[in-house]
């Protein structure tokens, strides 16, 4: 039966994957997890490794071709099969869409795919394995059988239950692994599913050190797990370069001073400098459309609205909810939906729509004793503000030492999306305005 | 205890019966004087005279059919089918009247006869004096069907023959006649339907019949020098057949070679691979079920050609092997 190759959606914001290498030829024998080519996302490059067994019998792309995702790149299966000469069209951005526009059959037939990598269908082995694997509740995923034509006896499924020896791996980390001696059984593998991975070997080879104590294990599930992955994902994936500035405060305090009478009447909220710095920050971003882009795929999108993520420290994680075109909110309105979307978010209550559509964010860690820190972008965003801790500080003014409330910016940008000299020159700008709050008047 | 040979057991569990019980007498070609074709009953005319031990003429049809009147009459008939391959001219009393009779009557008539025969080949007799017919009887309800493999097993088995009040086809197998176990002096009876675990092992079933057990216990004792443990289960009787045993061997080992004389194909061995498959084992066999029986041809005449038409202990080894991917 002829099984498609198709092109990974790897992340979010990919839509086209670049071949960089085939590593298998028309005609070569495939097996499962064996690396059929590279591709370079917009992310990263990875290998694709292929969900079935069998003879790789076409391929339609050639190398440097940017492929759609979802598209068939290639076709796997028997001697008889006979691939068509172009791939069935699949140009689809998300699973949905594919479905829909998929033809019925092969609906069905994908889904007996996806089922037969889960279950014990068609796979040779005897009633008493069946039996073990039944009662142990594991499947034959990865079990060698020791049986003729790979047939699997109950001593086959007992010692993959006992030795964990059923362990997805790469070819490439089974191989580092033999030359090493190290026991794949050992590896926790971070792929998918659980599959153990080139780093994991290489992580296992660190030699570790001893725990005699108790400690405490916090398995990375839920919120905890999403920020890791994005965390790693936009460190890894973005070159950062962070900027630092001082702010003189003094007037941007006059300034919260005088307002806090005036906006506690109208809206019982309590004005902070977090939002006189949304508004400095959104005011500045009107100058500066680069500094307020998306980067996505090939493509620098400068956002028209200004939506600030602002992000929120919440039990074991952290989220950001997004207040829409704070340039376009007086300092009241915004106070207002600025403090109701923190309570919300620290109440674990926004809605998915108020977490999206940020198109710069700001992290504020003032309230601790923090001058300046290496924000991580908050990706599709290109740019981040760290917000430091008010001081007073002894600062040189007009040739004299007076003492003056001093405030740290960091902005972290995306040097893919913008050059340092852009850069510098919006947090120059900002810190002018927060300096003269008075011209947000203007 | 003493020994005694497979062949005297037998002719004991008459001898000790007929002492007893008047109404037990026996039929059959040359079983006076001669003694039979094998020399069962040799002696025996002198102790219980003609009237008892009684010579027939030439016709199988002709002893069935009186061996099943006199039971129908109160009588407890034994008749010794010179070799068992003639079962063919005896079957319409067989299994049309003897199998029958019982049932048709409601339980108010009986047909308690034993037919005593010597099965197998191995003595060069050639097609028709070789055969292992015993999948015949097997199929028809209302017979018992019995395969004694040793000396202590024929003589219990051939009481609780004797003792039964349904047609018994008892088939004694030629190459074992002069084998010889420990048998008790005093009668015993085996009960019809208790097989027998003639070896315990742990890794593989054989479920072996007559000449076969012997074939089987030679062949472990082979593999136990590789380490490989065999459980060989002497079924006894095909009708009742002892499933429970065979099942608990099989839940146990995983593992099952079915060995028989007889012709492979439509040999019993067939329905007890079925009943292996129908039963709880199913769920703990870890290789294919395996038979092994006679090539589907006449036995040969060649002393060569006649022990590679059935199994012998190399292919028995080769077959456990097998189903142990070794």
Partial sequence: MLKEVFMPKLSSTMEVGTLLEWFKAEGDTVDVG???????????????????EGILLKKYYEVDDEIPVNAVVAYIGDK?????????????????AATADAPEAEIAENAINEESLDTNEKVRATPAARRVARENNTTFNGVQGSGPKGRIHEQDILDAINNKSNKLVTPLAAKIAADQGIDIAEVHGTGSRGKVVKQDILNNQQPQ???????ERIKLKGLRK??????????????HVTLTTDVDMTRAIELRKALLPVIESQTSYRVSYTEIIMKATASTLKQHPRVNASLIGNEIIINKSINLGLAVAVEDGLIVPSVANVDKLGLADLTT????????????????DEMKGSTFTISNLG????????????APETAILGVGRIVEKAVVVDGSVVVRPIMVLSLSFDHRAIDGAPAAAFLTELKECLENPWALLV | MRELTYLEA???????????????????????????????????????????????????????????????????????????????????????????????YGGKGKVPMVVRTPSGSGTGAAAQHSQSLEAWVAHIPGLKVVQPSTAYDVKGLLKAAMDDDNPVIFYEHKLLYKTSSEVPEEEYSIPLGKADIKREGTDVTIVASAIMVHKALEAAAELEKEGISVEIVDPRTLVPLDTETIIQSVTKTGRLVVVHEAVKRGGFGGEIASMIAESEAFDYLDAPIKRLGGISAPIPYNPELEKAAVPQVPDIINAVKETLNK
């Fill in chain 1, 34 to 52: 064996e690396p059929i080519f590279e591709i370079m996302t917009d992310k990263i490059n990875i290998e694709v490794e292929s969900y079935e």
């Fill in chain 1, 80 to 96: 008889n099969d006979v691939a068509p000469e172009t791939p069935t069209a699949i140009e689809a951005e998300d699973e949905t």
């Fill in chain 1, 209 to 215: 050190t001893e725990v005699t104590e108790e400690v």
């Fill in chain 1, 226 to 239: 999403a920020v890791a992955d994005k965390m790693l994902q936009n460190a890894q994936s973005i070159p």
């Fill in chain 1, 337 to 352: 939906v600025s403090k109701e979307l923190g309570a919300k978010a620290r109440h674990n209550k926004l809605t998915p």
């Fill in chain 1, 367 to 378: 309230m601790y004793a923090i001058d300046g820190f290496t924000p991580i972008i908050n």
């Fill in chain 2, 10 to 104: 037998v002719r004991e569990a008459m001898s000790l019966e007929m002492r007893k019980n008047d109404d037990v007498f026996l039929m059959g070609e040359d079983i006076g004087v001669y003694g039979g074709a094998f020399g069962v009953t040799r002696g025996m005319i002198e102790e219980f005279g003609p009237e008892r031990i009684r010579n027939t003429p030439i016709s199988e049809a002709g002893i069935a059919g009186a061996a099943v009147g006199s039971a129908l009459t109160g009588m407890r008939p034994i008749m010794e089918l010179q070799f068992s391959d003639f079962i063919t001219i005896a079957l319409d009393q067989i299994v049309n009247q003897a199998a029958k009779l019982r049932y048709m």
